[in-house]
């Protein structure tokens, strides 16, 4: 490219451009400091995402005396640190409070109205737990969704619809077919998984 050329003209960055970044710069927010103040820092607790503008000189002064927990006591400080390692949500410890009674309904009233996940309603009410409150696990699911019932079903539910799958499908009854051997197969193993499974 020419140095004389029309277009190298139009992407030389003018001198006034120069000027208005530099009058962008706020003044240094320390007392009595004439310099611009180019650094962010803080302004603490309670002014989350506000700043001081400092120069360099003051940003290295206001952050060696900058404490967050100015002015909390000891247990305070302890009680923030340890809800914001577990982001500030509410935590139990294994195997307590599994499903809310009226005590801790009240109590956690707001955290369950702000449940968009269902984690603190009641185990019968849960997706891929049985009624009884028995966790299922996948292959159980699959098992009873081979037998054609939900996670809903009780052990004898399961055990008549076997019964009137196996009576349904079986060669006997279909003057010798064969052509439902397959499903026969998979609703005969389902039945099995479940049953060594201590679902029924």
Known sequence: ??????????????????KKVADTIPQCDWPDCPRPGRHKAP???????????????????????????S??????MQEFQKNSRLGDRPTWKLGQNAT?????????GA?????????????AKQPGRHPSGRALRATE?????TLGLDDTATADQVKAQY?????????????????NEDTLKAVIQAYDHLRSSGFC
């Open 43 to 69: 302004m603490g607790r309670g002014h989350e995402g506000k700043f001081y503008n400092y120069c360099p000189a003051h940003v290295q002064e206001y952050n060696k005396t900058y404490n967050y927990f």
């Open 100 to 108: 809310p009674n009226a005590s801790n309904v009240r109590r956690r």
């Open 1 to 18: 490219m020419k140095l004389d050329s029309k277009y190298f003209d139009k992407i030389r960055v003018k001198p006034s451009a120069e």
């Open 163 to 179: 019964k009137t799958l196996v009576k349904r499908l079986h060669p006997d009854a279909n003057g010798g077919s064969r052509a």
């Open 141 to 145: 699911l699959k098992a009873l969704q």
């Open 71 to 76: 002015g909390m006591k000891d247990d305070e």
């Open 111 to 123: 955290q369950l109205r702000d449940d968009p996940f269902g984690l603190n309603i009641g185990a």
